[in-house]
Protein backbone atom coordinates (compact mmCIF):
# COMPACT_ATOMS: atom_id res chain seq x y z
CA UNK A 1 0.00 0.00 0.00
CA UNK A 2 3.00 2.38 0.93
CA UNK A 3 4.18 1.72 -2.77
CA UNK A 4 0.73 2.47 -4.33
CA UNK A 5 0.86 5.74 -2.35
CA UNK A 6 4.48 6.57 -3.41
CA UNK A 7 3.66 5.74 -7.06
CA UNK A 8 -0.02 7.91 -6.82
CA UNK A 9 2.13 11.13 -5.35
CA UNK A 10 4.73 11.08 -7.83
CA UNK A 11 2.09 10.92 -10.68
CA UNK A 12 0.31 14.01 -9.40
CA UNK A 13 3.39 15.59 -8.81
CA UNK A 14 4.20 15.22 -12.63
CA UNK A 15 0.27 15.81 -13.63
CA UNK A 16 0.50 18.86 -11.76
CA UNK A 17 3.75 19.42 -13.25
CA UNK A 18 2.89 19.26 -17.01
CA UNK A 19 2.30 22.66 -18.73
CA UNK A 20 -0.19 21.47 -21.27
CA UNK A 21 -2.33 20.37 -17.99
CA UNK A 22 -2.04 23.83 -16.30
CA UNK A 23 -2.64 25.74 -19.69
CA UNK A 24 -5.40 23.63 -21.20
CA UNK A 25 -6.96 24.01 -17.79
CA UNK A 26 -6.42 27.46 -17.22
CA UNK A 27 -8.12 28.03 -20.97
CA UNK A 28 -10.92 25.71 -20.28
CA UNK A 29 -11.78 28.18 -17.07
CA UNK A 30 -11.26 31.50 -19.10
CA UNK A 31 -13.16 29.92 -21.53
CA UNK A 32 -15.89 29.41 -19.11
CA UNK A 33 -16.58 32.65 -17.65
CA UNK A 34 -15.97 34.38 -21.16
CA UNK A 35 -18.80 31.70 -22.64
CA UNK A 36 -21.50 32.91 -19.37
CA UNK A 37 -20.42 36.67 -20.25
CA UNK A 38 -21.65 36.21 -23.42
CA UNK A 39 -25.08 37.59 -22.94
CA UNK A 40 -23.33 40.87 -20.60
CA UNK A 41 -20.50 41.60 -23.72
CA UNK A 42 -23.13 41.48 -26.35
CA UNK A 43 -25.30 44.20 -23.98
CA UNK A 44 -21.54 46.32 -23.38
CA UNK A 45 -21.21 46.64 -26.70
CA UNK A 46 -24.63 47.52 -28.51
CA UNK A 47 -24.68 50.06 -25.37
CA UNK A 48 -28.17 48.97 -23.92
CA UNK A 49 -29.75 46.47 -22.79
CA UNK A 50 -30.66 43.55 -25.30
CA UNK A 51 -33.54 42.37 -23.56
CA UNK A 52 -35.39 45.81 -23.99
CA UNK A 53 -34.12 46.37 -27.56
CA UNK A 54 -36.79 47.18 -29.59
CA UNK A 55 -39.37 48.12 -26.91
CA UNK A 56 -40.13 51.95 -27.89
CA UNK A 57 -42.90 51.23 -30.44
CA UNK A 58 -44.93 53.75 -32.78
CA UNK A 59 -48.22 52.66 -34.52
CA UNK A 60 -49.58 54.80 -36.98
CA UNK A 61 -53.56 54.23 -37.83
CA UNK A 62 -54.01 57.54 -39.73
CA UNK A 63 -56.77 55.97 -41.58
CA UNK A 64 -58.65 55.22 -38.27
CA UNK A 65 -59.02 51.72 -39.10
CA UNK A 66 -59.04 50.62 -35.54
CA UNK A 67 -61.12 53.59 -34.75
CA UNK A 68 -59.26 54.91 -31.69
CA UNK A 69 -59.07 50.94 -30.30
CA UNK A 70 -55.36 51.25 -30.13
CA UNK A 71 -54.66 52.58 -27.26
CA UNK A 72 -55.92 49.48 -25.50
CA UNK A 73 -52.50 47.84 -26.88
CA UNK A 74 -50.79 50.53 -24.27
CA UNK A 75 -52.76 49.00 -21.16
CA UNK A 76 -51.72 45.47 -22.58
CA UNK A 77 -48.56 43.69 -20.61
CA UNK A 78 -47.04 43.62 -24.14
CA UNK A 79 -43.39 44.06 -23.11
CA UNK A 80 -43.59 47.45 -25.53
CA UNK A 81 -43.51 50.93 -24.71
CA UNK A 82 -46.36 51.84 -26.85
CA UNK A 83 -47.24 55.09 -28.34
CA UNK A 84 -49.91 55.74 -30.78
CA UNK A 85 -49.71 58.74 -32.61
CA UNK A 86 -49.48 60.02 -36.94
CA UNK A 87 -46.68 60.12 -38.81
CA UNK A 88 -44.84 60.07 -41.88
CA UNK A 89 -42.47 56.96 -43.22
CA UNK A 90 -39.93 59.78 -43.37
CA UNK A 91 -40.83 60.83 -39.33
CA UNK A 92 -40.62 57.18 -38.58
CA UNK A 93 -37.34 57.49 -39.90
CA UNK A 94 -36.22 60.40 -38.37
CA UNK A 95 -37.04 58.72 -34.77
CA UNK A 96 -35.49 55.64 -35.34
CA UNK A 97 -32.43 57.63 -36.00
CA UNK A 98 -32.65 59.99 -33.23
CA UNK A 99 -33.05 56.71 -30.80
CA UNK A 100 -36.58 58.44 -29.82
CA UNK A 101 -38.31 55.10 -30.92
CA UNK A 102 -36.95 51.57 -31.84
CA UNK A 103 -39.45 50.71 -34.45
CA UNK A 104 -43.06 51.18 -35.80
CA UNK A 105 -45.80 49.69 -37.04
CA UNK A 106 -47.70 51.47 -39.85
CA UNK A 107 -51.41 50.52 -40.37
CA UNK A 108 -53.09 51.36 -43.72
CA UNK A 109 -56.28 49.50 -45.81
CA UNK A 110 -55.58 48.40 -49.49
CA UNK A 111 -58.87 47.54 -51.10
CA UNK A 112 -60.08 44.66 -48.77
CA UNK A 113 -56.49 43.95 -47.00
CA UNK A 114 -55.70 45.28 -44.09
CA UNK A 115 -51.76 46.29 -44.18
CA UNK A 116 -49.17 45.88 -41.65
CA UNK A 117 -45.98 47.42 -42.11
CA UNK A 118 -43.26 46.75 -39.49
CA UNK A 119 -40.81 49.43 -39.43
CA UNK A 120 -36.89 48.79 -38.12
CA UNK A 121 -33.76 50.39 -38.34
CA UNK A 122 -32.32 47.03 -39.96
CA UNK A 123 -34.08 43.65 -40.93
CA UNK A 124 -30.66 41.70 -41.07
CA UNK A 125 -31.85 40.74 -37.18
CA UNK A 126 -35.78 40.32 -37.68
CA UNK A 127 -36.86 37.64 -39.78
CA UNK A 128 -40.67 38.66 -38.51
CA UNK A 129 -42.73 40.92 -37.19
CA UNK A 130 -42.83 39.64 -33.28
CA UNK A 131 -45.60 37.00 -32.50
CA UNK A 132 -46.93 38.95 -29.87
CA UNK A 133 -47.77 42.16 -31.96
CA UNK A 134 -49.08 39.85 -34.46
CA UNK A 135 -51.47 37.76 -31.80
CA UNK A 136 -52.56 41.33 -30.02
CA UNK A 137 -53.41 43.05 -33.02
CA UNK A 138 -55.64 40.64 -34.58
CA UNK A 139 -57.44 40.08 -31.33
CA UNK A 140 -57.86 43.55 -30.45
CA UNK A 141 -59.45 43.63 -34.62
CA UNK A 142 -61.71 40.70 -34.43
CA UNK A 143 -62.88 41.69 -30.88
CA UNK A 144 -63.55 45.40 -32.44
CA UNK A 145 -65.70 43.33 -35.02
CA UNK A 146 -67.29 41.22 -32.60
CA UNK A 147 -69.00 44.03 -30.70
CA UNK A 148 -70.33 45.93 -33.49
CA UNK A 149 -72.87 42.27 -34.28
CA UNK A 150 -74.30 43.18 -30.63
CA UNK A 151 -74.02 39.78 -28.88
CA UNK A 152 -74.53 39.02 -25.83
CA UNK A 153 -71.23 38.19 -23.53
CA UNK A 154 -72.43 34.73 -23.46
CA UNK A 155 -72.27 34.78 -27.60
CA UNK A 156 -68.71 36.28 -27.68
CA UNK A 157 -67.56 33.83 -25.33
CA UNK A 158 -68.75 30.70 -27.13
CA UNK A 159 -67.41 32.29 -30.07
CA UNK A 160 -64.01 32.75 -28.46
CA UNK A 161 -63.75 30.16 -25.52
CA UNK A 162 -60.65 30.12 -23.42
CA UNK A 163 -59.05 26.36 -23.95
CA UNK A 164 -56.90 25.16 -21.23
CA UNK A 165 -54.07 23.30 -23.49
CA UNK A 166 -51.78 20.39 -21.38
CA UNK A 167 -49.51 17.93 -22.58
CA UNK A 168 -49.73 14.23 -20.99
CA UNK A 169 -48.15 10.76 -21.68
CA UNK A 170 -49.42 7.24 -22.69
CA UNK A 171 -46.08 5.96 -21.18
CA UNK A 172 -46.10 4.94 -17.26
CA UNK A 173 -42.79 6.27 -16.66
CA UNK A 174 -42.76 10.18 -15.97
CA UNK A 175 -39.46 11.90 -17.18
CA UNK A 176 -38.31 14.92 -14.76
CA UNK A 177 -35.97 17.37 -15.34
CA UNK A 178 -34.44 19.42 -18.42
CA UNK A 179 -33.15 17.17 -20.63
CA UNK A 180 -30.74 19.73 -22.43
CA UNK A 181 -29.37 20.09 -19.07
CA UNK A 182 -29.02 16.42 -18.85
CA UNK A 183 -27.09 16.66 -22.16
CA UNK A 184 -24.89 18.99 -21.52
CA UNK A 185 -23.61 17.32 -18.05
CA UNK A 186 -23.40 13.94 -19.99
CA UNK A 187 -20.95 15.78 -22.02
CA UNK A 188 -18.87 16.99 -19.14
CA UNK A 189 -18.82 13.63 -17.54
CA UNK A 190 -17.63 11.97 -20.91
CA UNK A 191 -14.60 14.20 -21.95
CA UNK A 192 -13.93 14.04 -17.85
CA UNK A 193 -13.46 10.71 -18.02
CA UNK A 194 -12.02 10.10 -21.62
CA UNK A 195 -9.55 12.58 -21.27
CA UNK A 196 -8.70 11.77 -17.55
CA UNK A 197 -8.03 7.71 -18.27
CA UNK A 198 -6.28 8.75 -21.41
CA UNK A 199 -3.71 10.85 -19.35
CA UNK A 200 -2.46 7.45 -18.21
CA UNK A 201 -1.36 5.97 -21.93
CA UNK A 202 0.35 8.93 -22.38
CA UNK A 203 1.70 9.33 -18.82
CA UNK A 204 3.34 5.55 -19.70
CA UNK A 205 4.34 6.15 -22.93
CA UNK A 206 6.50 9.35 -21.86
CA UNK A 207 7.98 7.73 -18.95
CA UNK A 208 9.36 4.43 -20.98
CA UNK A 209 10.85 7.32 -23.64
CA UNK A 210 12.33 8.69 -19.97
CA UNK A 211 13.50 5.75 -19.35
CA UNK A 212 11.80 6.27 -15.58
CA UNK A 213 9.95 3.45 -16.27
CA UNK A 214 12.98 1.17 -15.83
CA UNK A 215 13.88 2.87 -12.09
CA UNK A 216 10.09 2.18 -11.32
CA UNK A 217 10.03 -1.37 -12.50
CA UNK A 218 13.65 -2.09 -10.02
CA UNK A 219 11.59 0.03 -7.36
CA UNK A 220 8.11 -2.16 -7.11
CA UNK A 221 6.21 -4.41 -8.87
CA UNK A 222 3.65 -3.55 -12.24
CA UNK A 223 0.92 -3.93 -10.39
CA UNK A 224 1.89 -1.27 -8.24
CA UNK A 225 2.19 0.94 -10.69
CA UNK A 226 -0.63 0.44 -12.73
CA UNK A 227 -2.47 1.08 -9.72
CA UNK A 228 -0.70 4.06 -8.50
CA UNK A 229 -0.28 5.67 -11.78
CA UNK A 230 -4.62 5.43 -12.10
CA UNK A 231 -5.04 6.67 -8.22
CA UNK A 232 -2.81 9.59 -9.24
CA UNK A 233 -4.24 10.55 -12.37
CA UNK A 234 -8.10 10.20 -11.23
CA UNK A 235 -7.65 11.76 -8.26
CA UNK A 236 -6.00 15.27 -10.21
CA UNK A 237 -9.12 14.54 -12.63
CA UNK A 238 -11.47 14.02 -10.42
CA UNK A 239 -10.43 17.82 -8.60
CA UNK A 240 -9.93 19.63 -11.83
CA UNK A 241 -13.77 17.88 -13.30
CA UNK A 242 -14.60 19.83 -9.95
CA UNK A 243 -13.35 23.10 -10.30
CA UNK A 244 -14.44 23.35 -13.96
CA UNK A 245 -18.25 22.64 -13.14
CA UNK A 246 -18.07 24.63 -9.68
CA UNK A 247 -16.51 27.74 -12.04
CA UNK A 248 -19.19 26.97 -14.56
CA UNK A 249 -21.90 26.98 -11.90
CA UNK A 250 -20.58 30.06 -10.31
CA UNK A 251 -20.26 31.32 -13.61
CA UNK A 252 -23.91 31.09 -14.69
CA UNK A 253 -25.48 32.31 -10.71
CA UNK A 254 -23.73 35.03 -11.31
CA UNK A 255 -23.73 36.36 -14.94
CA UNK A 256 -26.53 34.56 -16.49
CA UNK A 257 -30.33 36.50 -16.00
CA UNK A 258 -32.33 34.17 -13.47
CA UNK A 259 -35.15 33.44 -16.06
CA UNK A 260 -32.31 32.40 -19.01
CA UNK A 261 -30.28 30.18 -15.89
CA UNK A 262 -33.68 28.47 -14.93
CA UNK A 263 -34.57 27.96 -18.67
CA UNK A 264 -31.05 26.41 -19.89
CA UNK A 265 -29.87 24.64 -16.26
CA UNK A 266 -32.54 23.42 -14.46
CA UNK A 267 -31.40 21.88 -11.28
CA UNK A 268 -34.43 21.43 -9.62
CA UNK A 269 -33.75 17.67 -9.72
CA UNK A 270 -30.18 18.10 -8.60
CA UNK A 271 -29.71 16.33 -5.09
CA UNK A 272 -27.24 15.16 -2.65
CA UNK A 273 -27.60 11.92 -3.45
CA UNK A 274 -27.66 12.12 -7.26
CA UNK A 275 -24.14 14.19 -6.77
CA UNK A 276 -22.86 11.41 -4.79
CA UNK A 277 -24.04 8.56 -7.41
CA UNK A 278 -22.51 10.59 -10.34
CA UNK A 279 -18.84 10.98 -8.23
CA UNK A 280 -19.08 7.18 -8.07
CA UNK A 281 -20.10 6.54 -11.53
CA UNK A 282 -17.22 8.84 -12.82
CA UNK A 283 -14.86 7.17 -10.49
CA UNK A 284 -15.71 3.49 -11.78
CA UNK A 285 -15.76 5.15 -15.38
CA UNK A 286 -12.51 6.71 -15.07
CA UNK A 287 -11.14 3.28 -14.07
CA UNK A 288 -12.41 1.47 -16.56
CA UNK A 289 -10.96 3.10 -19.32
CA UNK A 290 -7.85 4.08 -17.45
CA UNK A 291 -6.78 0.62 -17.21
CA UNK A 292 -7.41 -0.17 -20.74
CA UNK A 293 -5.17 2.63 -21.67
CA UNK A 294 -2.61 1.74 -18.94
CA UNK A 295 -2.59 -1.58 -21.39
CA UNK A 296 -2.30 -0.05 -24.76
CA UNK A 297 0.32 2.50 -23.05
CA UNK A 298 2.18 0.05 -22.48
CA UNK A 299 2.63 -1.16 -26.05
CA UNK A 300 4.23 1.18 -27.67
CA UNK A 301 7.67 2.80 -27.25
CA UNK A 302 7.31 6.44 -29.15
CA UNK A 303 5.16 8.87 -28.49
CA UNK A 304 3.85 9.33 -31.71
CA UNK A 305 2.32 5.78 -31.89
CA UNK A 306 0.00 6.42 -28.67
CA UNK A 307 -2.63 7.99 -31.20
CA UNK A 308 -3.16 4.88 -33.44
CA UNK A 309 -2.75 2.46 -30.59
CA UNK A 310 -4.92 4.25 -28.21
CA UNK A 311 -7.47 4.42 -31.25
CA UNK A 312 -9.67 1.00 -30.33
CA UNK A 313 -9.99 2.32 -26.58
CA UNK A 314 -11.08 5.76 -28.02
CA UNK A 315 -13.78 3.85 -30.52
CA UNK A 316 -14.74 2.04 -27.74
CA UNK A 317 -15.70 5.08 -25.31
CA UNK A 318 -17.44 6.85 -28.34
CA UNK A 319 -20.01 4.15 -29.63
CA UNK A 320 -20.72 4.04 -25.50
CA UNK A 321 -21.20 7.82 -25.03
CA UNK A 322 -23.18 7.99 -28.00
CA UNK A 323 -24.97 4.99 -27.12
CA UNK A 324 -26.24 6.78 -23.68
CA UNK A 325 -26.37 10.44 -25.53
CA UNK A 326 -28.50 9.52 -28.09
CA UNK A 327 -30.80 7.07 -25.86
CA UNK A 328 -31.83 10.19 -23.42
CA UNK A 329 -34.06 11.64 -25.99
CA UNK A 330 -36.19 8.35 -25.60
CA UNK A 331 -35.23 7.65 -22.08
CA UNK A 332 -38.03 5.27 -20.83
CA UNK A 333 -36.75 3.02 -23.82
CA UNK A 334 -35.14 0.12 -22.95
CA UNK A 335 -32.47 0.82 -24.95
CA UNK A 336 -31.81 3.70 -22.58
CA UNK A 337 -32.27 0.99 -19.83
CA UNK A 338 -29.27 -1.64 -21.70
CA UNK A 339 -27.13 1.54 -22.10
CA UNK A 340 -27.59 2.50 -18.31
CA UNK A 341 -26.44 -1.34 -17.97
CA UNK A 342 -24.13 -1.57 -20.42
CA UNK A 343 -20.28 -1.26 -18.54
CA UNK A 344 -18.73 0.97 -21.60
CA UNK A 345 -21.98 3.49 -21.55
CA UNK A 346 -23.17 2.91 -18.05
CA UNK A 347 -20.99 5.93 -16.62
CA UNK A 348 -22.26 8.58 -19.06
CA UNK A 349 -26.17 7.22 -18.97
CA UNK A 350 -27.00 6.15 -15.40
CA UNK A 351 -26.64 9.45 -13.61
CA UNK A 352 -29.10 10.89 -15.47
CA UNK A 353 -31.75 8.57 -15.49
CA UNK A 354 -31.58 8.77 -12.25
CA UNK A 355 -31.67 12.49 -12.32
CA UNK A 356 -34.55 11.93 -14.51
CA UNK A 357 -36.58 10.06 -11.84
CA UNK A 358 -36.66 6.90 -14.25
CA UNK A 359 -34.03 4.43 -12.36
CA UNK A 360 -34.47 2.00 -9.36
CA UNK A 361 -32.78 1.14 -6.47
CA UNK A 362 -31.95 -2.42 -7.78
CA UNK A 363 -31.03 -0.97 -11.36
CA UNK A 364 -28.35 1.28 -10.17
CA UNK A 365 -27.12 -1.93 -7.58
CA UNK A 366 -26.75 -3.96 -10.69
CA UNK A 367 -25.33 -1.16 -13.11
CA UNK A 368 -22.29 -0.43 -10.21
CA UNK A 369 -21.71 -4.12 -9.71
CA UNK A 370 -21.66 -4.63 -13.72
CA UNK A 371 -19.21 -1.89 -13.74
CA UNK A 372 -17.51 -3.11 -10.62
CA UNK A 373 -17.02 -6.87 -12.39
CA UNK A 374 -15.92 -5.37 -15.47
CA UNK A 375 -13.29 -3.63 -13.67
CA UNK A 376 -11.85 -6.71 -12.08
CA UNK A 377 -11.46 -8.47 -15.34
CA UNK A 378 -10.12 -5.32 -17.09
CA UNK A 379 -7.43 -5.18 -14.42
CA UNK A 380 -6.47 -8.63 -14.48
CA UNK A 381 -6.21 -8.78 -18.01
CA UNK A 382 -4.34 -5.02 -18.07
CA UNK A 383 -2.20 -5.58 -14.87
CA UNK A 384 -0.85 -9.04 -16.70
CA UNK A 385 -0.21 -7.79 -19.86
CA UNK A 386 1.21 -4.72 -18.79
CA UNK A 387 3.56 -6.84 -16.78
CA UNK A 388 5.24 -8.36 -19.88
CA UNK A 389 5.33 -5.56 -21.99
CA UNK A 390 6.07 -2.47 -20.28
CA UNK A 391 9.58 -2.83 -21.21
CA UNK A 392 8.93 -3.15 -24.85
CA UNK A 393 10.98 -0.76 -26.79
CA UNK A 394 10.84 -2.41 -30.31
CA UNK A 395 8.14 -1.51 -32.50
CA UNK A 396 4.55 -0.96 -31.45
CA UNK A 397 3.08 -4.26 -30.69
CA UNK A 398 0.20 -6.07 -32.58
CA UNK A 399 -3.17 -7.09 -30.94
CA UNK A 400 -1.63 -10.87 -31.80
CA UNK A 401 1.24 -9.94 -29.98
CA UNK A 402 -0.93 -8.84 -26.81
CA UNK A 403 -2.82 -11.89 -27.07
CA UNK A 404 -0.15 -14.12 -27.53
CA UNK A 405 1.92 -12.48 -24.26
CA UNK A 406 -1.49 -13.16 -22.16
CA UNK A 407 -1.70 -16.52 -23.18
CA UNK A 408 1.95 -17.01 -22.24
Do not use: H, W
Not at 34 to 61: M, Q, R, S, T, Y
Amino acid sequence: MRDIITVMKFTMKEMLKRKSFIISTIIILVLIVIGFNVPNIIKALIGEDVENAGNKLLIVDSQNIFEGNLELLEQADLGYDIQVENASFDDIKQKIENKEIDSAIIIEKQEDDIKIRYIVENTSMIEEVPETLVNSINSLYTNMQISKLGLTQEQIQSITPNFAFSIEQTEEEEVNGNIFAMMMMSIVLFYAIYFCAYQVSSSITTEKTSKIMETLVTSTSPTTIVLGKTFGIGIVGLVQMIIIVGTALISAKAFLEPELLNAVLDMSNVTFYLGAITIIYFILGYFTYSLLYALTGSTVSKPEDIQSANTPVAILAVIGFYLAYFTMMNPTSSLNLFAAMFPISSPFCMPFRIMMGLATGTEVAISIAILIVTILVIAKVAIKIYSNAILNYGTKMSLKDILNMYKD
